[in-house]
């Protein structure tokens, strides 16, 4: 079979494929964590998260995706214009293919909750922590802790 055959093959399956996608127009975020529920299965037009494999925006009809939470800002874009801004320290995502996406935070607080210089202190806190580590299991913990802090410093400024 020639090269432009197979390709003119593949072209036609794959538009198939996607034409029969069951893709939603519309989006529905759960963003949970341990503390509180912030979004249960409610409509919005955008969300932004932070993953370890790039920060990324999430719209309807976005591939099915998998991924983990770094610290860093959740940024959700409502229907109505409205964004709120939400810390998380990790957790997972996952976007499926009809277009509901579960956030799920092992912590998670409203950016406008947030105290700079108290974060700042924490980091201070941990930067001791890691310096006096003797053990690496220690110096692992406080390494987490501080990435966690200087992520918690710069969502609070």
Avoid: W
């Amino acid at each position: 079979m020639s090269i432009v055959k197979n390709a003119r093959m593949l072209a036609v399956r794959g538009a198939r494929m996607i034409q029969s996608r069951g893709y939603a127009d519309e989006m529905k975020l759960t963003f949970a964590a341990a503390n509180k529920t912030f979004y249960d299965n409610a409509e919005v037009r955008q969300i932004d998260v932070p993953s370890f494999s790039g920060s990324f925006g999430i719209l309807a009809k976005h591939v099915p995706t998998l991924a983990v939470l770094k610290p860093g800002v959740v940024q959700v874009y409502e229907n109505d214009g409205k964004t709120t801004k939400y810390f998380v320290s990790s957790g997972t995502i996952s976007v499926n293919e009809d277009s509901s996406v579960q956030v799920l935070a092992e912590e998670a607080h409203s950016v406008s909750d947030l105290d700079a210089n108290e974060a700042r202190q924490l980091l201070s806190q941990y930067q001791s922590a890691l310096t006096s580590a003797s053990t690496d299991e220690a110096k692992a913990e406080a390494a987490i802790a501080i990435e966690c802090c200087e992520a918690l410093i710069k969502a609070a400024e």
